[in-house]
């Protein structure tokens, strides 16, 4: 497993402090803020810590309160709602300094056959054949404020992430359909833990769902300056078991943005054309003035 891989399991193994509670912290102190995808994955592992073994999580819904500091704990309250004979609900509310920073609620089912049937995956080219997250960022690098393609590639070293299509600091000013593909998986081996792999997609889910709004008015988002956002909720419905260390396709669309707001919707599918996930997600989407 690489180091990068180590040190996220690592972020995500919450230390117990008391009954229903749990603590967090964050890598790195040098960001602005704590990047939202760890805090959506650090609530989910507090959440499913304290389910009974047989249940697995098949959806979330969460809000993004206040930005998060990555100098300091967070301090993860997990509220046991519900437990019913078939599904168990749990409220997890995430502090920092006496301040709620992000609220989440998440529900777990026992395993149940049922009515089956999905749409159809989407084409997408081979995710073998796509450059890697750094290498586009290298050659892109001269249009990305300063520090950036560090910190960016920081953020998904543990992750192989892959752009189907250019991405938006590729192509500012020019506008483009609303919709883009991602392939993402662990860059290593993960246990069978199926929390684990939900707790990882929960995390990659946060890293470019937006882009489509920015595709749409040709901007490059905060990698470039020409836009301030920052994620507001977040849900996500699990459908089928997946395997976060194997390709997953991330299809991206956006069919909305006004009020300093941008809506974007997306769909993971496993390699071999299972629906895994269905992600929602709205977020400020601002431009300088």
Same mark, same amino acid.
């Given at each position: 497993?690489?180091?990068?891989?180590?040190?996220?399991?690592?972020?995500?193994?919450?230390?117990?402090?008391?009954?229903?509670?749990?603590?967090?912290?964050?890598?790195?102190?040098?960001?602005?803020?704590?990047?939202?995808?760890?805090?959506?994955? +650090?609530?989910? *592992? =507090?959440?499913?810590?304290?389910?009974? =073994?047989?249940?697995?999580?098949?959806?979330?819904?969460?809000?993004?309160?206040?930005?998060?500091?990555?100098?300091?704990?967070?301090?993860?309250?997990?509220?046991?709602?519900?437990?019913?004979?078939?599904?168990?609900?749990?409220?997890?509310?995430?502090?920092?300094?006496?301040?709620?920073?992000?609220?989440?609620?998440?529900?777990? +089912?026992?395993?149940?056959?049922?009515?089956?049937?999905?749409? *159809?995956?989407?084409?997408?080219?081979?995710?073998?054949?796509?450059?890697?997250?750094?290498?586009?960022?290298?050659?892109?690098?001269?249009?990305?404020?300063?520090?950036?393609?560090?910190?960016?590639?920081?953020?998904?070293?543990?992750?192989?992430?892959?752009?189907?299509? =250019?991405?938006?600091?590729?192509?500012?000013?020019?506008?483009?359909?609303?919709?883009?593909?991602?392939?993402?998986?662990?860059?290593?081996?993960?246990?069978?833990?199926?929390?684990?792999?939900?707790?990882?997609?929960?995390?990659?889910?946060?890293?470019?769902?937006?882009?489509?709004?920015?595709?749409?008015?040709?901007?490059?988002?905060?990698?470039?300056?020409?836009?301030?956002?920052?994620?507001?909720?977040?849900?996500?419905?699990?459908?089928?078991?997946?395997?976060?260390?194997?390709?997953?396709?991330?299809?991206?669309?956006?069919?909305?943005?006004?009020?300093?707001?941008?809506?974007?919707? =997306?769909?993971?599918?496993? +390699?071999?054309?299972?629906?895994?996930?269905?992600?929602? +997600?709205?977020?400020?989407?601002?431009?300088?003035?």
């Amino acid at each position: 497993m690489d180091q990068p891989l180590t040190s996220l399991l690592d972020l995500l193994d919450l230390e117990k402090i008391e009954e229903n509670i749990f603590r967090g912290h964050s890598h790195s102190s040098v960001v602005p803020r704590v990047f939202g995808g760890q805090v959506a994955a +650090q609530s989910l *592992v =507090a959440a499913g810590r304290t389910v009974p =073994a047989d249940r697995t999580a098949h959806s979330l819904h969460s809000y993004f309160l206040r930005p998060g500091d990555p100098g300091a704990p967070i301090v993860y309250t997990v509220d046991r709602i519900r437990d019913g004979r078939s599904f168990t609900t749990r409220r997890v509310v995430a502090v920092q300094h006496g301040q709620p920073i992000f609220h989440l609620s998440a529900s777990f +089912q026992v395993h149940e056959e049922g009515l089956e049937h999905q749409t *159809v995956m989407p084409p997408a080219p081979d995710p073998e054949t796509l450059p890697t997250a750094e290498e586009t960022l290298a050659r892109h690098a001269g249009v990305l404020l300063p520090g950036v393609p560090d910190r960016m590639s920081e953020a998904r070293r543990a992750v192989d992430l892959r752009y189907a299509d =250019a991405p938006p600091f590729a192509t500012l000013g020019e506008p483009r359909e609303p919709r883009s593909q991602v392939w993402f998986r662990t860059n290593g081996k993960l246990a069978d833990d199926p929390l684990l792999h939900v707790c990882l997609a929960t995390y990659v889910s946060d890293m470019t769902l937006l882009d489509s709004v920015l595709l749409a008015h040709g901007r490059g988002g905060w990698a470039v300056g020409d836009v301030v956002g920052a994620s507001l909720d977040h849900a996500m419905w699990f459908h089928r078991p997946f395997r976060a260390d194997e390709w997953l396709l991330y299809d991206q669309e956006s069919p909305s943005s006004a009020g300093g707001r941008g809506l974007g919707q =997306a769909r993971i599918w496993t +390699q071999d054309g299972r629906l895994a996930i269905t992600v929602i +997600q709205e977020g400020v989407v601002r431009v300088p003035r």
